[in-house]
């Protein structure tokens, strides 16, 4: 199941409510996962930023963008990010694969880099 790093920044209300009344949210967010189907590995806070970090797997980017939309239109946090990590051997396969297609593409303006003029459709005119 892929995983996902979810970084949001709390407003600056709910930083306060938080403060005054201290709720679990962990079991929040554990209940969020599990209804699509994922699962929280850690979280993590930075309390200088007012933000949380969050390790979850979920089933594909479909349910991680619920994840945000659900989080977003809270109006709890100023932002919501979701971002698929790889683990080391995932990234590995990434790189063979890049590897094995990389002659498949060619990047804009290479005929001028191989010194191919022919193809310039504009001139410079001096």
């Given amino acids: 199941m892929p995983k996902y790093l979810c970084s949001a920044t709390y407003s ?35 309390v200088s930023a007012r933000s949380v970090f969050a390790l979850a797997d979920l089933p594909d980017s479909s349910s991680a963008t619920a994840v945000a939309a659900v989080m977003t239109h809270t109006g709890a946090f100023k932002n919501v990010e979701m971002h698929e990590v790889l683990s080391q051997e995932q990234f590995n396969e990434v790189l063979e694969l890049a590897d094995s297609v990389a002659d498949m593409y060619t990047p804009p303006g290479q005929a001028l880099h191989d010194g191919d003029s022919s193809v310039t459709r504009f001139r410079i005119r001096g």
């Fill in 12 to 46: 600056s209300g709910s930083w306060a409510r938080m403060i005054r009344i201290s709720e679990d949210r962990v079991k929040a967010v554990k209940a969020l996962l599990g209804s699509l189907g994922g699962s929280l590995d850690s979280t993590y806070w930075e």
